[in-house]
């Protein structure tokens, strides 16, 4: 399957086949390969929490407007983002040094300690960007393996952060359910045009 066809046959599934598991196997092979996505400083933002128990879906169908979908999934992954991801730059640092990346320290050090150090906004809002790519690569590579997917955002971040006694420092960021779908999704739903969505040079200016 190349990439395009995944694509085009990516749809956000919301009816499972509950009798039907996605095991652990096949989880951290969807997680791995989906980890090797692009992050601000190859920070690797993203952190997981799989759900797989009914108490567990339970809680996350109740923390995300009664979505059904939520208990019919083989697994929920509760997908976040590490907002002080820049202090784990010395995980890295020697890595990229070695790879020939940076000649230096110096400049990961100043994005590190002056640039996201002293922005907590701009922390945040990376924590999201480079989750959120992870996410878009997970749900295509699922199509690949057979897997179906839907991304929500549909729920009430403070109830899933204390029922999953997630950390301050962590933001959910999505919530994706993962599973083998019941009946096939209906057609894609329209998309704009080129012509609507992409500009000349400039804002407004047409090709």
């Known amino acids: 399957m190349t ?6 046959q990516r749809r956000s599934v919301h009816s499972y086949d509950p009798s039907r598991e996605v095991t652990m196997d096949q989880l951290r ?3 791995e390969i989906s980890s090797k996505a692009p992050s601000s400083f190859n920070l690797n933002h993203w952190r997981f929490i799989i759900v797989r128990s009914d108490e567990g879906k339970k809680k996350l169908n109740e923390a995300s407007l009664n979505q059904k979908h939520i208990l019919t999934a083989s697994a929920v992954l509760i997908v976040l983002g590490k907002i002080d991801a820049h202090k784990d730059v010395d995980i890295f640092l020697d890595d990229w040094l070695e790879k020939g990346y940076y000649q230096d320290d110096k400049h990961l050090r100043v994005v590190s300690d002056r640039f996201y150090g002293t922005q907590p906004i701009v922390q ?6 480079s989750t959120s790519i992870m996410i878009g690569t997970m749900m295509l590579a699922a199509v690949e393996r057979g897997l179906s ?3 929500i955002i549909g729920f009430r971040p403070p109830e899933v952060i204390e029922a999953f006694n997630i950390p301050e420092n962590y933001v959910p960021v999505m919530l994706l ?6 009946t ?3 057609p894609r739903v329209k998309r704009l045009a080129f012509d609507e969505i992409t500009f000349d040079e400039t804002f407004g200016q047409s090709f």
């Open 3 to 8: 990439v395009t066809e995944a694509i085009e």
């Open 149 to 151: 997917t839907a991304p």
């Open 177 to 182: 359910t993962v599973g083998y779908e019941d």
């Open 124 to 129: 945040r809002d990376e924590a999201i960007r």
């Open 184 to 186: 096939p999704p209906p």
């Open 29 to 31: 092979d969807l997680i």
